[in-house]
């Protein structure tokens, strides 16, 4: 089960998960059309199409215009991707493949090509009244509705390979992240952890520790009157059977199933992690400040929404955990703000050392932080 967890979460996020749903509820649609037949029409005699080979035509045009139009969507999809490879950080490749507009849109192409296809083959095998007579009145209308869509795409597109629509996608993200800790209704401790941790849990397979349901966890430790320590900082990887989570009592087969759910180790990278958000913003200005891509207006971009986000960083305790009002415990601990920016920092200033230009917007980066670095206090 707990092998199973991480697959679906990789179909769930997957760029193919949103398309393949919508896809098949085409196929469905079709397919209820077929046994079903249902005649909406009925006032509207003059859109129902009934000939036979008028509707071959149809369709015929329908799978060869939407097939077109799903190659050059799909081509310009992995163009973006490849540029954004080249260009910035395979780090972001995600937080694109997240565009649930571009899903969609692949989806209603898709699924447009397997109606079109089932209603073809249930034509060639039939008569004219047994086939549905609203079904060649739909193609015309999918394909309508993809030849406005594809335009769409064109536009969205055109905004998704621009340098600053990506870099606000990754600062939006870490900056989203951030405010749900920072405003959460859990409170920041300081005080010292247990110093007896009896029990551990341990996963099979290795990975990345991508993400806690923090809510779900604590809820766990107020139910069993337990406190857990995380031993691994998040975003980190975690090999096959190392300890992840310590508890200050035994816990039974029952608890250790339910914690294992609210904890993900996965394969890939946690982009949901605010830490890895700013490795990522630190990545696309080294690369733009290499001689091979020399870009330093994206550099200068960077620079300024880490800025902003180390600002916001301070406003987030550099506490020992979170509890909650009714008593359950979960010990972490955040990689220290002023750690943090030295590490991105100092990798800045080691790559972008000749650059004056980025030294000095690196300077005034430094001086803006220290002048709004004020904590949030720790309850």
Known sequence: MNNVLPLLRRIRNSISFITMCIALGFGV??????????????????????DKENIKFILSFTIGGVFTLTIFTFTMVMNVLDRSISNYSPRLIPLILREKKHQILL?????????ALVMAIVIS?????????MAASLAIIMSMANIVLFIYFIHSVSQTIQVNFILYKSFKNTRDNLMK????????????EEDVWIDTICFKHCGYLNKIRLQKLIGISEKQGISFKLLKTMGSFVMENEPVLAASAK????SVNSIKRCISIDRVEAI???????KHLVEVAVKASSPAINDPGTALTAIDYLTQLFILRHKLPDAKGMKS???????FEFVPSTQLAEFCFVEMEAYMGDDPLLMRKLAQSKKSIAQNGNSKKIK
């Open 107 to 115: 989806g209603v192409t898709s699924g447009t090509l397997l109606y």
């Open 251 to 254: 816990i039974d087969t029952k």
């Open 325 to 331: 009002a009714k008593g359950g415990v979960l010990f």
């Open 181 to 192: 800790l920072i405003y959460s209704d859990l409170q920041f401790i300081s005080n010292k």
């Open 272 to 278: 949901d992690v605010f830490e890895i958000g700013f």
């Open 29 to 50: 649609l079709a397919l209820a059309l077929v046994f079903f037949r249902p005649n909406l029409l009925t006032d509207y005699p003059r859109l129902a199409i009934t």
């Open 125 to 133: 095998n039939s008569n004219n009244e047994d086939f549905p007579p």
